[in-house]
Each structure stands twice: as C-alpha cells, then as structure tokens.
C-alpha cells in the first residue's frame, strides 16, 4: 500500500531542510552520563589459581565499594597454560579464562554485588578477557 504524503508534510518537511537553526543533540545527556561511568580493569595475567581469586575478589569489592560500574578482567585466552599437558587438571578450570568467572559465579557475596557477568565473552575462544557490571552501591 502506498501512502500519499500530506502537503502540510510536504510544508514541514521543505521547512526543517532550509531551516539554519541547530538540532538539539539528543544524546547529549546519554553521552554525558557515559563519561561519568567509572571503569577499572585488572589484569590476571601469570597469576596461580588461588591468587587469581583472590586477587579477583579484592579487586570487586574494592571497585564496588569505590562505585566503580564496570570492570574489565584480562586472563589471557590459556592457549600458553601448561596445565594442558596435565592429565590430573581439568583443561577448562585450570585455566584462568574459565576458573575466574566460575569462581565469580559460586561466591553469593561477589555475586551480591554484580549486575552482569559477560559470559559470552568468557565462551569466546578468541577473546582473553571479560566484562563486569557492578551494581551500585546504596
């Protein structure tokens, strides 16, 4: 169905093109609050399981304490881990890209304080790291 448009569409239309005036920038408030955000990474690079966690969980208490929104956690992808040739390691959690969130995952008092945990990035293959959004603080 083709709709005919209105001569007062037309008026309007021919109005806002010839106009000079500036468009108000919708965005600007989105924008601005976006800069505000504060954001912090860590990174786990060469860490050992138990401190990686460790490390993991003062770093988010920390950050949500210091109203920081999101965090940025770097393991690396495990490609290098020499856990692999261990037979008596389970090739996914002795790797930091997959034992870090798993451990976010199974502590109710981190977990108490995240809004989102990226998963899908933590599946990616190609990607060493991961996002987290924390709630905020009351």
């Given at each position: ?11 309007d ?87 870090v ?10 977990m ?27």
């Open positions: 169905m083709i709709k005919k448009i209105s001569d007062k569409d037309k008026k239309w021919q109005k806002f093109i010839y106009n000079n005036e500036k468009l108000e920038n919708k965005d600007k408030e989105i924008q601005k609050d976006q800069k505000n955000l504060k954001k912090k990474s860590i990174d786990l690079h060469g860490y050992t399981l138990d401190n990686a966690n460790k490390a993991i969980n003062d770093f988010i208490s920390k950050c949500f304490l210091e109203g920081v929104v999101n965090i940025k956690v770097i393991t690396g992808k495990g490609s290098r881990s020499k856990n692999k040739e261990d037979p008596y390691l389970s090739t996914d959690l002795s790797i930091l890209k997959y034992s969130p798993n451990y976010i995952k199974n502590n109710s008092d981190l108490k304080k995240i809004k989102e945990l990226d998963f899908d990035s933590v599946n990616d293959i190609s990607q060493g790291t991961f996002d987290i959004l924390l709630k905020k603080k009351l």
